[in-house]
T-cell receptor, first 110, second 113 residues
């Protein structure tokens, strides 16, 4: 069966520090991969999605970037975090008739 | 560009009753997929049900059913026999032809005993 791993669960980072969040999927090949951010009590904002290795579509460029170095690995990065980058980050993968999420990372920028 | 609209920010439902959560979408794609998710206070996103644009039958999964009206571009979720554990935020989502997966603003459901 397919599983999706996202870590860490919580993260506190100072303003100006770099960020790297990793997401990996097991049990499937060539998944569509997604990164979302969710503010407290709000909806999911699509940040990036990828339909294959090295293929990244950006919805909200800002100071975040994403990379897909391997088929089942999706990485969200920032060179310098801003206070406004705080939020709940969710990774997801989708196949034909289903789409599943990781457990999420609560990022607090201080 | 696709747009997903959930017009009900919050709803109250009595335990054991049914509740319908509204979702309308806008797309020019002929092929697309519709999803519903439950997000309890823990934050995890739980996949509930899927409906493909070419599916003729409405999707059902246990107490969840999707009322798909293609001409109206609506995909309402019906939860039957509500339970206290159904209290959560519910999101409608659509995956377009380019595989972009977009979400509505969500509806908070509170089940009363």
């Amino acid at each position: 069966s397919q599983t999706i791993h996202q870590w860490p669960a919580t993260l506190v980072q100072p303003v100006g520090s770099p960020l790297s969040l990793e997401c990996t999927v097991e049990g499937t090949s060539n998944p569509n991969l997604y990164w979302y951010r969710q503010a407290a009590g709000r909806g999911l904002q699509l940040l990036f999605y990828s339909v294959g290795i090295g293929q990244i579509s950006s919805e909200v460029p800002q100071n975040l970037s994403a990379s897909r170095p391997q088929d089942r690995q999706f990485i969200l990065s920032s060179k310098k975090l801003l206070l406004s980058d705080s939020g709940f980050y969710l990774c997801a993968w989708s196949a034909e008739t289903e789409a599943f999420f990781g457990q999420g990372t609560r990022l607090t920028v201080v | 560009a696709q747009k997903i609209t959930q017009t009900q920010p919050g709803m109250f439902v009595q335990e054991k009753e049914a509740v319908t959560l509204d979702c309308t979408y806008d797309t020019s794609d002929q092929s697309y997929g519709l999803f519903w998710y439950k997000q309890p206070s823990s934050g995890e996103m739980i996949f509930l049900i899927y409906q493909g644009s070419y599916d003729e039958q409405n999707a059902t999964e246990g107490r969840y059913s999707l009322n798909f009206q293609k001409a109206r571009k609506s995909a309402n979720l019906v939860i039957s026999a509500s339970q206290l554990g159904d209290s959560a935020m519910y999101f409608c989502a659509m995956r377009a032809n380019d595989y972009k997966l977009s979400f509505g603003a969500g509806t908070t459901v509170t089940v009363r005993a």
